[in-house]
């Protein structure tokens, strides 16, 4: 039964050993990681226990110890304690010559990553144009904004038209600059909470003087794998999408936390990396309507009236290139864009 017990112990998935009752005989790392606890912990623990609330798991436990037979379930919602709800596939067999049950479960895709890739593939896809279009445009710019300050002797109404449409084009072209940086970015050690109080100082005294910042942070907070300049751009958008979100009374709270809870596998590596780090913008402002959440990280995309749709857009496609992933939960009165970052 060792050398049983050492293989499970190297399988990259999730795998469970229940004795008869329910209880927990054996897990593995990979378990461990799922569950956020130890083995030490977990033994002898029910499995009813612990996914209490998962019904559909334990109906499948239930199905294989009725049934005596290997059973699948492909699509079932997990839940366990300080962990989000999780999407996974799960395979139950008994073990044979006795009532133990053996329950794995295999990495599932995880559909924030899948859709921090494709955002990162479509930002590095507009960084080409991005970066010609600015160049492009911004010279001749220049030279119409410079002429109509020269005629603004002989026709002032119409020459500050020209120059005030000109620094129009140039704002956009800004903006759109941000996709002009390159997709691989020198990452090291960084303080986040460094950077965030960066931004949040930047943000009072600019566009968020209406807005009460509170912080909320973990104060053993490890240093994050991220490159500071990216991540201040990062948070500067989303502490300035939050802000533009509300009028006056608008809350933005800045939190981080540490959770062992999602791996992901990494160009380059051989081992899935962990994304320990979280750190959040919350706002209370009127929440994005459902109908445009999976949509709000794609370019040209806006809920606001004069928005170009960017900013955001950018942020998925940084967070990505520092091989994060960013994932936004909203209601009325609550929006919480939530990024999840490696430890140095």
């Known amino acids: 039964m060792k050398h049983e017990l050492h293989l499970l112990s190297a399988l990259p998935f999730a795998c469970l050993i229940l004795g008869h009752r329910g209880e927990v005989q054996h897990l593995n790392s990979a378990a ?22 998962s019904p559909p798991l334990l109906s499948l436990l239930d199905a294989v110890q009725a049934r005596g037979a290997n059973v699948r379930g492909p699509h079932i919602q997990i839940e366990v304690p300080n962990a989000e709800p999780r999407i996974v596939s799960v395979d139950v067999c008994p073990l044979d010559g006795d009532r133990c049950l053996l329950v794995m479960i295999p990495e599932a895709p995880d559909t924030n990553f899948a859709r921090a890739d494709a955002l990162k593939t479509r930002a590095g896809s507009l960084t080409a144009m991005a970066g010609m279009l600015a160049h492009e445009i911004k010279n001749p710019l220049a030279a119409i904004s410079g002429a109509a300050q020269l005629m603004a002797s002989s026709n002032e109404t119409l ?25 691989e970015v020198d990452v090291g050690p960084v303080n986040i909470h460094a950077v965030m109080g960066e931004v949040r100082q930047v943000a009072k005294h600019t566009f968020g003087s209406h807005v009460q910042f509170v912080e909320d942070y973990d104060p053993s907070l490890p240093l994050v794998q991220a490159n500071a300049h990216v991540l201040h751009r990062v948070f500067l958008n989303l502490v300035k999408n939050a802000c533009e979100a509300g009028g006056r009374g608008t809350q933005i709270r800045m939190k981080t936390r540490y959770q062992l809870s999602q791996r992901r596998r990494v160009t380059g590596e051989r081992a899935r990396v962990q994304l320990p780090l979280i750190a959040s913008i919350v706002d209370n402002g009127p929440g994005i309507n459902a109908d445009m959440r999976d949509k709000i990280f794609d370019a040209f995309i806006s809920t606001k009236d004069q928005g170009r749709g960017l900013g955001l857009a950018y942020v998925a496609g940084a967070v990505a290139s520092l091989d994060g992933s960013v994932e936004v939960k909203s209601a009325p009165g609550q929006t919480e864009f939530q990024l999840r970052l490696p430890q140095a």
């Open 32 to 53: 461990e990681d799922l569950l956020q606890r130890s083995q030490k912990a977990l033994s002898k623990q029910s499995v009813k226990d612990i996914f209490v609330a």
């Open 159 to 183: 020459a500050n038209l020209i120059v005030s449409e000109s620094n129009r084009i140039t704002q956009l072209l800004d903006t759109m600059e941000l996709f002009s940086s390159p997709d």
